[in-house]
């Protein structure tokens, strides 16, 4: 059986990740932080891990990008998943009967126009949207809702009150990790990290070695170096396969003016789908 980690509760946008990914035989664990996932994986006590790394609004979850390089994870496949925030009850709960409403701080803020309309519901902000719907359901809050997904809903027995209350068009990216894996040779999408020596147009000499090769950068991130002071990680990914030939020309040429080249990770990119 395939174990995967996720940070939160089991019906978080996690853990639908996690089960389309994964349709058949697998077991989900719960993480409480998004470092626990990063150790499960490390550790082996799961065979892979699920993490957030942006969001079509709010942009990059940047923690995320230095635990990849402290763990020394590899990617092994993306998946983007629409999200879709619902007002979640316990059966027979009216929308007059709220008093206070439960979610993660960004959910909250993505569901702010709703909430805006309900002035009298006072918003208590916690760790994990499902986890907020189990809490609910386990003490029976009957003047109570919790802002989550409709898996949530449905593993927990609670009412969908109001549907699709947050940010329209509103995506997250999000990564498959692994300890260790071989590259696919089909893939159409790499990762990787660099550092760019300390000196005038460095930079821009890394990122012309793929612009030579027409290939096209889809994500730049920069990132601290602990313990470096204004040395930068540079995090990139472009739309080639690690295994293409314009790929392996493009890299040879960047060791040449990178002080460092960490590859993250090969796959096949993921559709933006509108589930």
């Known amino acids: 059986m395939i174990k995967i980690s996720i940070q939160g509760t089991r019906g978080s946008y996690h853990d639908i990740v996690a089960r389309k990914e994964f349709p058949d035989d697998s077991e989900i664990i719960e993480s409480d932080t998004i470092h626990q996932v990063f150790e499960d994986v490390k550790k082996g006590i799961v065979d892979y891990g699920v ?6 609004i ?13 763990y020394d ?5 993306e998946r983007y998943l629409k999200i879709v925030l619902d007002l979640l009850v316990l059966p027979g709960v009216g929308m007059a009967d709220i008093e206070q409403v ?7 803020t993505e569901a702010h126009h709703f909430l805006e309309k309900h002035p009298s519901m006072v918003r208590i902000e916690t760790e994990d949207t499902a986890g907020s719907v189990r ?7 009957t003047n109570a809702a919790a802002i989550g997904s409709n898996l949530a809903a449905e593993i927990y027995g609670m009412r969908i009150l109001s ?6 068009n509103n995506y997250t990216r999000f990564l498959i990790i692994a300890k260790d894996t071989s590259y696919l040779e089909d893939a159409d999408k790499t990762s990787l990290v660099i550092q760019a020596k300390n ?3 460095s930079l821009y000499h890394c990122l012309k070695c793929f612009a030579d090769e027409d290939i096209n950068l889809s994500k730049i991130e920069s990132r601290p170096v602990i313990g470096r002071t204004w040395d930068y990680n540079f995090y990139l990914d472009f739309e080639k396969g690690l295994n293409a030939t314009e790929t392996q020309r493009a890299l040879k040429e960047l060791d040449k003016v990178a002080s460092m080249v960490k590859i993250m990770g ?10």
């Open 73 to 77: 994870t590899k990617i092994i496949s």
């Open 163 to 168: 549907r699709g209350i947050g940010i329209k």
């Open 135 to 141: 809490m609910i359901k386990e003490k029976n809050l």
């Open 51 to 56: 993490i957030a790394i942006e969001n079509s």
């Open 266 to 275: 090969s796959y096949k990119k993921s559709p933006l789908t509108h589930e």
């Open 199 to 201: 000196m005038p147009g």
């Open 102 to 108: 439960y979610s993660h701080p960004m959910a909250m």
């Open 58 to 70: 709010y942009g990059s979850f940047l923690e995320n990008y230095d635990l990849l390089m402290k």
